[in-house]
């Protein structure tokens, strides 16, 4: 491993598994049908450039703050212990009175809404986005709907995750072909993106260049300076770079299968390993060093994600949430709960927890960090003990220092900031909601 210094860019992956599935026979819906038809409101052409358009070294020693709701932040020793302290339990205060969530609407799904969704807010306005079809909303309360088409027979797109550099909103996933044997269907799938300023207008990339006999799809894509990167997971990985988010290009075989987190410089960290974490840092995503934790080295319970980078409009730090997983498999116990690891420097580290034993997401805003949280456990176990009531809870934090709870939102949630707000929309029926503060709106 090569030392380098952390001047520069820094993006946090954490090694994930990556499936793709075929239905039986792919069926394209909503309202506006991305198709090559000349006719349809959203067509997809294909241009000669092979792109369609579719309109609808170790740092030092690191030092650990621990928060506690009524005391200051402590220092802990210059070297830390292999786990380090770790604040009381904050007993889930109530954020501003003003900032509370109100209804906005409701998104036409369908009939059991969605298996999955990924959802980002950009310059342009808001996009849910999931299996073949894309929702776009300049503020959250009207829809409008395009339907990707597959571009040969027998194929079907999926997407899989949705990104933004601020003018554009990238949607990352798979071009997939599938054949019907006997008593099953093979499928074989191959990385494509769309990308759009406007949330209707998409121009779709042209299939990766990967193995034909790979099954692969883009895990998660994100921007850096000059354009965007992103991971594929097949039978190989590979980082692969665009400028454009049309034409893109290997650049470095992956260190893992992971999910990203890219800073405004491009400053690139990674987290090795789902569990016993090993952070590692680069400017380049080519020369990598070694980055001491707080965290690093746990045992093998617990896991690092999700990962926030700094947001350059309203300054905030790295944040880190570190969740024991393995505890969530014996029932009957108090589940413990998710600590949050923040940094300025990666030399210095604050250290809180949130009131909840599992965070799904954490999404940076202008009111500070919101994690979408509950208690939770995944089985019964042998004993046959009943888990821990599933009781949702949003929280905010400023820094990632001390953990505030808002007014509660239950379902299965995706949060995004956009020009219009922050909102929140249920996957499975399509509720939408505002986060509001009384006192300026």
Known sequence: MKPTSLIGPVVILIAIGCNVSAPASPTPSSTHTATKSPSSTHTATTSPSSTSTLTASRTATPVVTSTAPATPAATAPATPAATPTVSATLA?????AALRWQRFGKLALPEFGLDDADFVGFDGGYVLAGADTA???????????????????????????????GPQALLAGAHCRYEAQQDYVETFCRPQTFVSTDGLTWTRSEPFDTPA?????????????????????????????????????EANPARGCAIPAVDETGTRLIVLGERTARLEASADGVDWTEIITPFTGRVPEWWVAPIVAPQPAAPTPWLFVVQDVEA????GQDPPLVSTYATTNLAEWT?????????????????????DALFTCRSSGPENLP????????????????????????????????PAGVVAVDIVDGRVWKLQDAETS
């Open 387 to 418: 888990c821990p009531p599933e009781e949702q809870r949003q929280y905010l934090s400023t820094d990632g220092s001390i953990w505030v709870e808002l007014s509660a939102l239950s379902g299965n949630l995706r949060i995004a900031n956009g």
């Open 135 to 165: 929702r776009f909303s300049l503020d959250g309360t009207t829809w409008e709907s395009t339907s990707f088409e597959p571009s040969e027979p027998d194929t079907y797109v999926e997407i899989r995750n949705v990104a933004s550099n």
């Open 328 to 331: 969530l498999n014996h029932p």
């Open 351 to 371: 250290t809180a927890e949130v009131p909840r034993s599992f965070v799904s997401q954490v999404v940076a805003t202008p009111f500070g960090f919101i994690a």
């Open 92 to 96: 889930p205060t109530s954020a501003p």
């Open 213 to 249: 006999d790979d099954d692969v799809a883009i895990r998660s894509a994100w921007p850096v300076p000059g354009g965007w990167e992103a991971i594929t997971c097949g039978m190989e990985r590979h980082i692969w770079s665009s400028a454009d988010a049309v034409n893109w290009t």
